[in-house]
């Protein structure tokens, strides 16, 4: 299976990268193509460096990303969400789409630890209003770039995980569990995920207070 991260090239998706590579073929998206061959040749280097082994890792510019993808991570910022999708509609339909956004305030120059949220109530709900025809699902908010680049160490995270689609969903768990230290759990359907993305400002309150790298969540009381 391919998975597209298109704005790859950036914190969250080139960490998502580095972890996903061991078990799946990576596309690193960029609005440049030249960005992401760059990108991509890095996450290669820094795996190669380390001994790990990775299935392939290719760099295209953000269209191409999408058409090659069977799942196609938006790892854009919050405010270039919808100009990215809206240019790619047509290249994702009917593809799995895993919407990453967190709607933090630093886009109208307020604080990191509060959300300015999007009319339909969550970044997921926002993307899949645009993308009507694309299967998205929502994963990873809570996760931090800082903790995902530290490939030496497993993530220490559970990542919450919804969506309208259960096969999609199912997917994309299986996607999360495959970075050591990760557990997907469903947490129902795209409009769950406004919950979601709001733990992140809190989490960015606790990383700035405590001085942490990147603090996570785990849920308790789980029978798996
Ligand atoms: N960073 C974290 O710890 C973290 C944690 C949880 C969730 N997230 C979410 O992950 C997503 C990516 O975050 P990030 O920190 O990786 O962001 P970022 O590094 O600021 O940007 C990611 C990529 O987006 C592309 N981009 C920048 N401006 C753009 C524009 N005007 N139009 C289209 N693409 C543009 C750039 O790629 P090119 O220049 O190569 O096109 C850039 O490398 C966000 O939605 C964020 O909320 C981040």
Redesign the pocket.
């Known amino acids: 299976m391919k998975i597209a991260i298109l704005?790859g090239?950036?914190?969250?998706?080139f960490g998502l990268a580095l972890r996903l590579a061991k078990k799946y073929e990576i596309i690193i998206g960029?609005?440049?193509r030249e960005?992401?061959e760059e990108s991509a040749e890095n996450i290669k280097k820094i795996l190669s460096s380390k001994g790990i082994p990775y299935r392939d890792v290719v760099g295209m510019e953000?269209r191409d990303a999408s058409q090659e993808g069977d799942i196609v991570i938006l790892?854009?910022?919050?405010q270039?969400?919808l100009?990215?999708i809206k240019d790619l509609k047509e290249e994702l339909k009917g593809k799995i789409v895993v919407s990453?956004?967190?709607p933090?305030a630093g886009v109208i120059g307020d604080k990191p630890t509060r959300v300015v949220l999007p009319p339909q109530g969550s970044v997921a709900q926002m993307v899949q209003e645009y993308l009507k025809d694309s299967k998205v699902v929502s994963a990873?908010?809570n996760?931090?770039?800082?903790v995902l680049e530290c490939i030496d160490e497993p993530v220490d995270c559970d990542i919450l995980v919804c969506g309208d689609d259960e096969e999609s969903k199912r997917k994309v768990i299986e996607v999360v569990n495959s970075i050591e230290g990760c557990r997907g759990i469903d947490c129902g359907g795209l409009e769950m995920s406004r919950y979601v993305e709001q733990i992140?400002p809190l989490l960015i309150g606790l990383n700035i207070k405590y001085k942490l790298k990147?603090s996570g969540i785990r849920i308790t009381g789980l029978r798996r």
């Open positions: 704005g090239t950036g914190d969250q998706g960029s609005r440049k960005k992401a953000n790892s854009v910022p919050y270039h969400t100009s990215t990453i956004g967190v933090l990873f908010q996760v931090s770039a800082k992140t990147g």
